[in-house]
């Protein structure tokens, strides 16, 4: 019996039994901090995250702005090096240069939401006049310029840039009006988290033993 190939097989096979994704959720309440109307400085909120994941695999955020014009709002959400653009002046295109005209954000942000991009979601939704746009959205990712950024931009900066960090440190929302004439307030935000899979010990132990069982017994043929 060639006992190098059974155990590189017990390997491989093994390497396929993981553990249940760990998920750390973060919620940031009570931030309810105004938006300066038309002021590129924005406003930021700075949250220190503590979690047991070492590595993560996805972010998705929540985020709560109440508001009187969506396609005024930029917003972006950075982590140590990393940037992701949450929002860049929703609805805004050559036709429309002042964006959708919506009343805030209720909503969850992942790269993989089936409803699409939120810089157009008025081609799927329109929110009831004077509501907050809800549901799961993929952020918007455009890094162009809020003054020039069009639809047809693309999106680049999503939340996939943040796999493969640890996540503990202090992770900074922010967010800026950058057309006069609507208010609105950043009231709150969140992280959702899910780690890298880690192999699991026990179902590992018992696998490999059922495995290597096969294996000799195979061998004996």
């Not at 959708?100 to 939704?125: C, E, K, P, Q």
């Not at 918007?140 to 440190?169: H, K, Q, W």
Request: proline letters at 5%.
């Amino acid at each position: 019996m060639n006992h190098s190939k059974h155990y590189l097989a017990l390997i491989v096979l093994s390497a396929w039994v993981t553990r249940a994704a760990a998920v750390d959720f973060f919620t940031f309440n009570n931030i309810n901090a105004a938006i300066p109307d038309g002021q590129p400085a924005g406003v930021s909120d700075g949250q220190t995250v503590a979690s047991g994941i070492n590595q993560i695999a996805a972010v998705a955020v929540s985020l709560n702005i109440s508001g009187n014009f969506n396609g005024d709002l930029y917003c972006h959400l950075q982590f140590n090096n990393a940037l992701a653009v949450l929002l860049n002046r929703s609805g805004r295109t050559a036709a429309n240069p002042f964006g959708y005209d919506d009343s805030g954000f209720s909503l969850t942000l992942s790269d993989t939401a089936a409803a699409g991009n939120i810089h157009t979601y008025r081609g799927v939704v329109t929110p009831g006049a004077g509501l907050p746009l809800t549901g799961t959205w993929q952020p918007d990712g455009r890094i162009t310029s809020p003054a020039s950024v069009l639809e047809t931009d693309p999106a680049l900066a999503g939340l996939s840039g943040f796999n493969g960090m640890n996540p503990n440190g202090q992770w900074t929302l922010f967010v800026a009006d950058l057309s006069s004439g609507g208010t609105s307030v950043l009231n709150s935000w969140g992280l959702i988290i899910t780690a890298v899979p880690e192999p699991s010990v026990s179902a590992l132990a018992t696998f490999g033993i059922s495995a290597f069982s096969f294996l000799i017994l195979r061998g004996r043929r």
